[in-house]
């Protein structure tokens, strides 16, 4: 998959911008506030339909300081592009009308659930936010498994929506035993099977995949860092030890005082480790900048062997993670291997066009100001 143009309009900071690209390497390059992540992020909503700053959609429209100091907000905005699928070229077009919902269209045609648009455009973003996959809660962790595996498995996509409106059923109905002080087990006990279910295949596909990508992020673990550290990825789940019908029969005294869901794979985690211990325990910066950078090969490796598509791999302020040498190896190992289409943004020109010369594929680098 290659995108040979992109165009803007009225999207964040950009009132209208258009890119013809190298199939290969992309670099933008301008100060800090120019608007260079945002273009990346643009390229995101072309793989999964929305922002990976975590920003709504209407906060995504261009807006504007008029001469009398307010703001206006602009009525819309688009992202068009042509995209290289093997033999053919399609058109992928994404509207958010102020007024309206966002449309996601295929060749003029428009997508009946947004979600079936995942998978189409795979994408694997390496970022300064990636450090708070180790940092923050496990609900930033489920949430990273969970769109690795959406974009090899729609299948897995729809049990995970499924899931989750029948945990927010299930929750409003403890919420409202609560509030009108009565409860009914009978009625409760309907959500019983579909919970289990979904959440029953969720789980396995979850534990699957993690098995299948740790010898995975070990491999270029070793390579990125050079290292001797065995570095892993642990699946926890509470429905490693029970099943879920089990767990929800178990807790269901507790969920009625919390007044939500207390058990089950919405409450799964990831865990990090280094030679048996929390990699943000015990890891350097260092060690946790390579473990990180690992985690996305891993991550496009895996796209790769389960749906035959090179995603693209957009890097934003690499060089704040990593030294220009190790930029350069990870670039290399990415041609190496035919993982896909690059972009990539940088405060200095002049460092980019290096490190870009060292590796003799075909770029272009777009100064943006």
Not at 14 to 37: A, L, M, R, W
Not at 72 to 90: A, R
Not at 278 to 301: D, E, R
């Given at each position: 998959?290659?995108?040979?143009?992109?165009?803007?309009?009225?999207?964040?900071?950009?009132?209208?911008?258009?890119?013809?690209?190298?199939?290969?390497?992309?670099?933008?390059?301008?100060?800090?506030?120019?608007?260079?992540?945002?273009?990346?992020?643009?390229?995101?909503?072309l793989s999964v339909g929305k922002s990976f700053l975590g920003n709504s959609d209407l906060n995504n429209i261009l807006?504007?300081?008029?001469?009398?100091?307010?703001?206006?907000?602009?009525?819309?905005?688009?992202?068009?592009?042509?995209?290289?699928?093997?033999?053919?070229?399609?058109?992928?077009?994404?509207?958010?009308?102020?007024?309206?919902?966002?449309?996601?269209?295929?060749?003029?045609?428009?997508?009946?659930?947004?979600?079936?648009?995942?998978?189409?455009?795979?994408?694997?973003?390496?970022?300064?936010?990636?450090?708070?996959?180790?940092?923050?809660?496990?609900?930033?962790?489920?949430?990273?498994?969970?769109?690795?595996?959406s974009q090899t498995d729609s299948v897995y996509l729809f049990d995970l929506i499924q899931y989750q409106k029948t945990?927010?059923?299930?929750?409003?109905?403890?919420?409202?035993?609560?509030?009108?002080?009565?409860?009914?087990?009978?009625?409760?006990?309907?959500?019983?099977?579909?919970?289990?279910?979904?959440?029953?295949?969720?789980?396995?596909?979850?534990?699957?995949?993690?098995?299948?990508?740790?010898?995975?992020?070990?491999?270029?673990?070793?390579?990125?860092?050079?290292?001797?550290?065995?570095?892993?990825?642990?699946?926890?789940?509470?429905?490693?030890?029970?099943?879920?019908?089990?767990?929800?029969?178990?807790?269901?005294?507790k969920d009625r005082v919390l007044t939500y869901t207390s058990k089950g794979i919405h409450k799964d985690d990831l865990?990090?480790?280094?030679?048996?211990?929390?990699?943000?325990?015990?890891?350097?910066?260092?060690?946790?900048?390579?473990?990180?950078?690992?985690?996305?090969?891993?991550?496009?490796?895996?796209?790769?062997?389960?749906?035959?598509?090179?995603?693209?791999?957009?890097?934003?302020?690499?060089?704040?993670?990593?030294?220009?040498?190790?930029?350069?190896?990870?670039?290399?190992?990415?041609?190496?291997?035919?993982?896909?289409?690059?972009?990539?943004?940088?405060?200095?020109?002049?460092?980019?066009?290096?490190?870009?010369?060292?590796?003799?594929?075909?770029?272009?680098?777009?100064?943006?100001?």
């Amino acid at each position: 998959m290659i995108i040979n143009k992109l165009s803007l309009i009225n999207f964040k900071s950009h009132s209208e911008v258009s890119f013809d690209f190298s199939p290969q390497i992309n670099c933008f390059v301008g100060n800090n506030g120019v608007g260079k992540t945002n273009i990346l992020d643009a390229l995101h909503y072309l793989s999964v339909g929305k922002s990976f700053l975590g920003n709504s959609d209407l906060n995504n429209i261009l807006s504007q300081k008029l001469e009398d100091g307010s703001q206006k907000t602009m009525d819309f905005f688009v992202i068009d592009s042509e995209i290289q699928n093997e033999e053919k070229e399609d058109l992928i077009k994404i509207l958010m009308p102020k007024e309206s919902k966002k449309v996601i269209k295929k060749n003029d045609k428009t997508y009946d659930r947004l979600a079936d648009h995942i998978g189409y455009l795979p994408s694997v973003m390496i970022s300064p936010y990636d450090s708070n996959l180790i940092s923050d809660s496990g609900e930033s962790r489920r949430k990273f498994l969970d769109a690795m595996i959406s974009q090899t498995d729609s299948v897995y996509l729809f049990d995970l929506i499924q899931y989750q409106k029948t945990i927010q059923q299930r929750n409003a109905l403890l919420k409202n035993f609560a509030k009108n002080r009565y409860f009914d087990k009978d009625s409760l006990e309907i959500y019983d099977d579909p919970i289990s279910n979904f959440g029953t295949r969720i789980f396995e596909k979850r534990k699957e995949f993690v098995e299948n990508l740790n010898p995975i992020v070990q491999h270029y673990y070793d390579i990125i860092s050079g290292g001797k550290e065995k570095v892993s990825v642990v699946y926890e789940s509470h429905l490693s030890e029970n099943t879920f019908q089990e767990l929800l029969s178990s807790s269901i005294d507790k969920d009625r005082v919390l007044t939500y869901t207390s058990k089950g794979i919405h409450k799964d985690d990831l865990i990090f480790e280094m030679n048996g211990n929390s990699i943000k325990k015990i890891g350097s910066q260092g060690q946790q900048k390579s473990f990180l950078v690992s985690l996305k090969l891993a991550q496009i490796n895996r796209i790769k062997e389960l749906t035959g598509k090179s995603p693209i791999l957009l890097l934003d302020d690499i060089f704040d993670k990593l030294d220009d040498t190790r930029v350069s190896q990870l670039i290399e190992l990415v041609n190496k291997e035919n993982f896909g289409q690059i972009f990539i943004t940088d405060t200095h020109k002049e460092r980019t066009e290096n490190v870009v010369k060292r590796i003799h594929e075909e770029s272009r680098i777009f100064e943006i100001s």
